[in-house]
């Protein structure tokens, strides 16, 4: 199991255990989201966003960072967990972190060139190209985010990404994914997938979490209605106070 941080362990919602998601059932959750309680897009990729930087901020605050500045590379694929990895980043730069975004192949979608933008007039920077591992030491990254391909793990996907799925298995620096580590089945598990040490999943873990076992493990998802939650029997547990995340 994941350590806590500070000695603080997460109050249980119940004494069922926490459900554990198919791919299926994250899709039908997030339809029934849009759907028949009328969340957008846009509104869910940014509570998902803030979310993540505000799971980053407690595992790694800045005054821990080794290194002067506290740098961070986020890399993003095309898909929706591209653009969460683009809000996460714009939250860590107002959180005074500094962020460098690798967006190898952007997407077309009006949203997502939204929040594009918004990085760009935080003056965050994009990098044309994914540096190497000795250069991701030298260039004094502290962390790396994993927002490439979350739920998209189309074999397709993967191959379009495959380099960076190489470099992220072999840094040494920490890596954090967001939802599914890439290269990761979302059901069957991690194969021959990077090893993050923070996972942060939405919503609800998906069930390639069980093969987790890196240092800390976070869900984000509190504003999922109580009636979805009862209806999928997710089981979730309380959230701290008024967290929007909690540490599992």
Request: hydrophobic residues 35%; negative net charge; charged residues 25%.
């Amino acid at each position: 199991m994941a350590s806590t941080i500070h000695g603080v362990e997460p109050e249980t919602g119940g004494n069922e255990p926490l459900k554990f998601i198919s791919k299926e059932e994250a899709k039908e959750l997030e339809k029934e989201l849009y759907e028949e309680y009328r969340f957008g897009q846009q509104q869910l990729i940014e509570i998902a966003g803030y979310s993540c930087a505000m799971a980053i901020t407690k595992a790694y605050p800045r005054v821990s960072l080794h290194r002067k500045q506290p740098t961070i590379l986020v890399i993003c694929g095309q898909e929706q967990n591209g653009a969460i990895g683009l809000v996460c980043a714009r939250h860590l730069r107002t959180f005074g972190y500094e962020p460098t975004i690798y967006y190898p192949k952007r997407s077309c979608k009006s949203i997502f060139l939204d929040f594009t933008v918004q990085c760009e007039k935080l003056d965050i920077p994009f990098l044309s190209y994914l540096p190497n591992e000795v250069q991701l030491i030298n260039d004094a990254y502290n962390l790396i985010i994993d927002a490439v391909l979350g739920l998209s793990d189309e074999a397709g996907l993967k191959e379009l990404y495959c380099n960076i799925l190489s470099t992220m298995k072999h840094v040494k620096i920490p890596v954090i994914s967001i939802d599914v580590p890439s290269g990761w089945d979302v059901e069957n598990g991690k194969g021959d997938g990077i090893s993050p040490e923070v996972l942060i999943s939405l919503v609800a873990p998906k069930k390639c979490a069980t093969q987790f076992s890196g240092k800390y493990h976070f869900l984000a998802g509190r504003y999922l209605p109580y009636d979805l939650q009862k209806k999928y029997d997710l089981n979730l547990p309380d959230y701290p106070g008024t967290d929007c995340i909690v540490q599992l």
